[in-house]
């Protein structure tokens, strides 16, 4: 027998450390909740993502009365900038939540499906995406990228 670890690094920011790109990036996936369409989970998200060619695509989650046809936020936007920019890297992937009239406290974190989705986009860039979170108490910083969200991943790639 033999054991192995997987370990992920996080690198906890308050608003006021980030850079001046990542403030704006944080920004825009904050305004990006008030697109969600969340009549059943009220449960708003947005997420905004840095293109390799500078170009910020945000997405919103989009429910649906049939609960499996929504997507998330994440997605919508990794599927619209790869639709608009097909084969452009993302550079950077910035994620909020806002619920119960606030923006969630603890940084709100990719469900299963998008980390999944997002690793093949990861994958094809050939580098990593790095991940923030965004809580209002903190944020969390993956420069490691989806891979670090998702061990053990499922890949054919
Ligand atoms: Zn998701």
Redesign the pocket.
Known sequence: MKEKNITAKIIVYSYNELTEEDKKLIDLAKDATKRSYAPYSKFNVGAAILLDNGEIITGANQENAAFPSGT?A??TAAFYASAKFPGVPFKKLAIASFTRGEFQANPVA??G??RQALLEYEHLAGKPIEVLLYGSNEIYVFRGGIKDLLPLCFAEF
Do not use: D, Q, S
């Open positions: 998330c994440e997605r990719p469900c499906a998008c």
